[in-house]
Every structure is written in structure tokens, then in C-alpha cells.
């Protein structure tokens, strides 16, 4: 069936870096873009931008752009999102999903993956 | 801050029908998405386009737009329904997607 997973919890200290991954099945990896999607902790969706998975070109929504890298491996069907310099405010749980051009929605998402900043 | 507008929080009693809302300029050019969240779950696609629904979402749900504001409504609520709702749709720019700040949908 169509799946995103994504990688496992991660706990990190202030100042260094996090790759989150999101191995999609089921689907053909480059028929559709990914997006991805922030949730502080009792907060709610932050849209962070998308990827187009035919070309690898980001688009950056305001307020994420330099820490923040969207990557594939077409080879392997997976999305990364690379996060550096954490900070605090970077606690969260973050989500990819797929992006239907035809419903102009995301229409399939991750389990999440949180995401802690803490020293 | 987000463009898409919602209430923070609505009710409805088991059975009646509740309408959410969702305010912002770019929707007077572009329709909303609304995504269903569940505590500890991620978010459900349940209304695209102009009244869209993916497969295995209730006919009770539905949605419309008029001017700049999207709704969703449930009519004939369920305790199932009770979650928080997101839309989303693209900024008066047209160039930036944007969630709305969520509505908590408590079913008394």
C-alpha cells in the first residue's frame, strides 16, 4: 500500500545537526513532490516547503530557509530533511507528505518523527 | 502569524451538524485543503478541492468555499469526529502554502 516512514525519534544538543528521512512505497517516488510540515509541541502545522522529487528543486516556505535542506535519493524512494545549528525552538515533531497536484492536497503523510533539542 | 484564520476552539453536540471555518485572502482565489488530527496521530486529508473526498472519509463531511472564507462542515457529528482541524491553501500572494492555526472540535 502507499507509505511514508519515517525515521525514529532523535534527541539532540543545541547547536548540532539532525537528519530526518522518509522512505516512500508503493507509489512511484517521482510521480509526486514532498512536502514537509512542522508541529511544536502543543502547537499546530507549520507548512516548511516542498521538493519537487523529478528535478531535487526546494522551495522554502518563510522562516525556514538557511538551517533547513530538503534532499532525495530517488534510488532508495526517500526524502530528507536536514536541519543544523539546532535550537530549542527546534523541538518538534516533524512530518514529510505527498503532494497530489491532481487534489492540490497532501494526501499521504509520515507518522512524524520528534524531533528534541535539549542540552 | 498565519493568514489562514480559524477559531480556536468550536463544540457540537453529538448528532447536530457544526460548520468550521477558515478566513484569508488568498481563498478568494484558491481553495482550502482541510486536514483531521487526532492526538498522537499525524493529519488526514479529508476535503480537497471544491468538495473533495479521498476514499474512506464520511459523507458527513463536506466542504464549500465563498469569498474568502472556506468552510467544513459535519453534519450529524460523531465522537469520532472530535479532533483538531487544519486548512490549508496558498497566501494572498499565491506564491507560499499556509496552514490555518487549527480548530479543536470537542463532540459533547
Known amino acids: 500500500q502507499v507509505q511514508l516512514v519515517q525515521s525514529g525519534s532523535d534527541l539532540k544538543k543545541p547547536g548540532a545537526s539532525v537528519k530526518v528521512s522518509c522512505r516512500a512505497s508503493g507509489y512511484t517516488f517521482t510521480g509526486y513532490a514532498m512536502t514537509w510540515v512542522r508541529q511544536a509541541p502543543g502547537q499546530g502545522l507549520e507548512w516548511m516547503g516542498w521538493i519537487n522529487t523529478n528535478t531535487g528543486n526546494p522551495t522554502y516556505a518563510q522562516g525556514f530557509t538557511g538551517r533547513f535542506v530538503f534532499s532525495l535519493d530517488t534510488s532508495v524512494s526517500t526524502a530528507y530533511l536536514l536541519i543544523s545549528s539546532l535550537k530549542a525552538e527546534d523541538t518538534a515533531v516533524y512530518y514529510c507528505?505527498?503532494?497530489?497536484?491532481?487534489?492540490?492536497?497532501?494526501?499521504?503523510w509520515g507518522q512524524g518523527t520528534m524531533v528534541t533539542v535539549s542540552s | 502569524s498565519s493568514e489562514l484564520t480559524q477559531d480556536p476552539a468550536v463544540s457540537v453536540a453529538l448528532g447536530q451538524t457544526v460548520k468550521i471555518t477558515c478566513q484569508g485572502d488568498?481563498?478568494?482565489?484558491?481553495?482550502a485543503s482541510w486536514y483531521q488530527q487526532k492526538p498522537g496521530q499525524a493529519p488526514v486529508l479529508v476535503i480537497y478541492?471544491?468538495?473533495n473526498r479521498p476514499s474512506g472519509i464520511p459523507d458527513r463531511i463536506s466542504g464549500s468555499s465563498s469569498g474568502n472564507t472556506a468552510s467544513l462542515t459535519i453534519t450529524g457529528a460523531q465522537a469520532e469526529d472530535e479532533a483538531d482541524y487544519y486548512c490549508?491553501?496558498?497566501?494572498?500572494?499565491?506564491?507560499?502554502?499556509?496552514f490555518g492555526g487549527g480548530t479543536k472540535l470537542t463532540v459533547l
Open positions: 507528505a505527498r503532494v497530489d497536484d491532481s487534489k492540490d492536497a497532501f494526501d499521504i
Open positions: 478541492g471544491k468538495n
Open positions: 488568498g481563498l478568494r482565489s484558491y481553495y
Open positions: 490549508n491553501s496558498r497566501d494572498s500572494s499565491g506564491s507560499q502554502l499556509v
